[in-house]
């Protein structure tokens, strides 16, 4: 039992470094995406504004939702293997 948690634990933490970096680049990607579009448009109000409104929506899109599963897939994973060895 203590060997899991442990595992857990560090899981945890690594899987939050993941997470972090992930969500970070995505966000980048997204803002360099957003500046290209306003370069080519030249679109109405200031690249700074656009940007921003950009990364709102941004901030409750599909993507950043399944970014989360950095943290759901793998612990869902130990769970299964834990199950399937203890208890099958």
Not at 14 to 39: F, G, H, I, N, Q
Not at 62 to 68: P, S
Not at 71 to 76: A, E, G, I, N, T
């Amino acid at each position: 039992m203590l060997a899991l948690l442990r595992l857990l634990g560090i899981g945890f933490v690594v899987l939050t470094l993941v997470y972090a970096a992930l969500s970070l680049w995505s966000r980048r990607v997204r803002r360099r995406k957003l500046e290209a579009e306003w370069d080519e448009a030249q679109g109405p109000g200031g690249r700074a504004a656009f940007v921003e409104a950009g990364l709102e929506a941004y901030d409750h899109s599909l993507r950043r939702k399944l970014i989360l599963g950095v943290y759901v897939v793998p612990l869902c994973l130990i769970g299964l293997i834990v199950y399937l060895t203890n208890f099958h």
